[in-house]
Structures are given as structure tokens and as C-alpha cells.
């Protein structure tokens, strides 16, 4: 079957633009996360949704960053006013059912966003 | 909160030798701890977890990978490495019963020689 989707693949932007990054899940999956991966790091954890609702947005780094799942199904992840700062790769990741902490998580190839 | 150390940043094994990374985890608990492979282009692809029981757990790709609380680790292992097993490793911890998604180590680069 399908692995999470992830569009575009890589997106170059400049500074003080907005972008839009897309997640589709693993049909099924309830739960959706969003990473952020800089070079050299591991990914960082930005938001978790079960279902339609944010249910821990405590990642995310400023109110620059917002995301949404209006379906319960595809994630878009919105960026206002970007910063050279956020230039990293935007990992999304789903499970079948969020079981605090011990869900198999699967990961998309990640969106490369560069801003300069 | 959770943290991961990964004192590796890169290692080098010939094709063929055994391999052992290293994983040093912090939390006050038992963790929920995790092993993923990232190859150059492709997403994250889990190689093995460990929630409870059997400290030993076996993964994909033979590797397998030990909880130790004394020490508080999580060493991957592999007896005879590939070439394709070349690529980024990670560890990572889940808090139970949390909702804040895993904590990952910054990763260690295996370059496999020939």
C-alpha cells in the first residue's frame, strides 16, 4: 500500500514569504505528526494530530507556524513571514491510533524547504 | 522532559565486521525506545522498538539492539554489516502516556569500507 506522501518534494522560497507544505497519511492512520529536521540534527517535534484536532501543538516554534488537518486525513503545515532560520527539511509521519507514546510511527520522504 | 545522546556522530566499518552503535537515553521512567534508518532521499524507516519485556529486541535487516537500564542505553547491533547498510541512524524515546511525539538523538552516520 501507499507510505505517506509528502508534496512538494523540495520548495525554495524567500524570506518574509508564505509556504505551504502538504502531508497525505497512510490511509487509515488516525494519528499524523510534523517534524523538522536541520541539517546535521535529528528530526524535532513540532505537532501531533489525533483525528482533526491538534492535540499537542507544543512544538511548534513560534506563532509563525501553524498547521492544520480539517478532515482528519491530509495535514497542510503554513509558514507565515518565512526567516532564513527555517530552512530544514519538514518531516510528516502517521500511525494507525495515538497509544501515548508506543505507536509505530511511519515517516514521508520530508519537504526540503529552503529560504533565502 | 526526555532526552537521547547519540556520542557518534560518525562511524566507519569495513564490509563484513560486526557494528555496534551507541544510545544513552535520559527519562525518569521506562521509556519507549526506537531505532530508524535514513537513507540519503527516503524517509525514516523504523529498524526495531523496544517497549517492555525481552531487553533483546530483534529489527529488520538483521540488526537487533539491547535495553539496558543500568546504563541507560539502547545499543544497536549487527554481527556482519552491507554496503547498503550504509546510511543515517537514529534513536529515539517516547514518553508513555505522552503526547509530545518522540525525542530523537542528532544521529550517526555509518560509512561502510569495502
Known amino acids: 500500500g501507499a507510505g505517506v506522501s509528502q508534496t512538494p518534494s523540495n520548495k525554495v522560497t524567500e524570506k518574509g514569504k508564505y509556504v505551504e507544505l502538504r502531508c497525505d497519511p497512510i490511509?487509515?492512520?488516525?494519528?499524523l505528526y510534523w517534524y523538522r529536521q536541520s541539517l546535521g540534527q535529528g528530526p524535532e517535534f513540532l505537532i501531533y494530530?489525533?483525528?482533526?484536532?491538534?492535540?499537542?501543538d507544543s512544538g511548534l516554534p513560534n506563532d509563525r507556524f501553524f498547521a492544520v488537518r480539517p478532515e482528519g486525513s491530509v495535514s497542510t503545515l503554513k509558514i507565515q513571514r518565512t526567516e532564513r532560520g527555517d530552512s530544514a527539511v519538514y518531516l510528516c509521519?502517521?500511525?494507525?491510533?495515538?497509544?501515548?507514546?508506543?505507536?509505530?510511527?511511519?515517516f514521508g520522504p520530508g519537504t526540503r524547504l529552503t529560504v533565502l | 522532559a526526555q532526552s537521547v545522546t547519540q556520542p557518534d556522530i560518525h562511524i566507519t566499518v569495513s564490509e563484513g565486521a560486526s557494528l555496534e552503535l551507541r544510545c544513552n537515553y535520559s527519562?525518569?521512567?521506562?521509556?519507549?525506545l526506537f531505532w530508524y534508518v535514513q537513507s540519503p532521499g527516503q524517509g525514516l524507516q523504523l529498524l526495531l522498538k523496544?517497549?517492555?519485556?525481552?531487553?533483546l529486541v530483534q529489527g529488520i535487516k538483521g540488526f537487533e539492539a539491547e535495553f539496558k537500564r543500568s546504563q541507560s542505553s539502547f545499543n544497536l547491533r549487527k554481527p556482519s554489516v552491507h554496503w547498503s547498510d550504509a546510511a543515517e541512524y537514529f534513536c529515539?524515546?517516547?514518553?508513555?502516556?505522552?503526547?509530545?511525539?518522540?525525542?530523537f538523538g542528532k544521529g550517526t552516520h555509518l560509512i561502510i569500507q569495502p
Open positions: 509521519a502517521s500511525s494507525l491510533y495515538f497509544a501515548g507514546g508506543t505507536d509505530t510511527q511511519y
Open positions: 490511509s487509515g492512520h488516525t494519528a
Open positions: 494530530f489525533q483525528g482533526t484536532g491538534a492535540a499537542d
Open positions: 527519562y525518569g521512567a521506562t521509556p519507549y
Open positions: 523496544y517497549f517492555s519485556g525481552d531487553t
Open positions: 529515539a524515546v517516547g514518553a508513555p502516556g505522552g503526547a509530545d511525539g518522540l525525542t
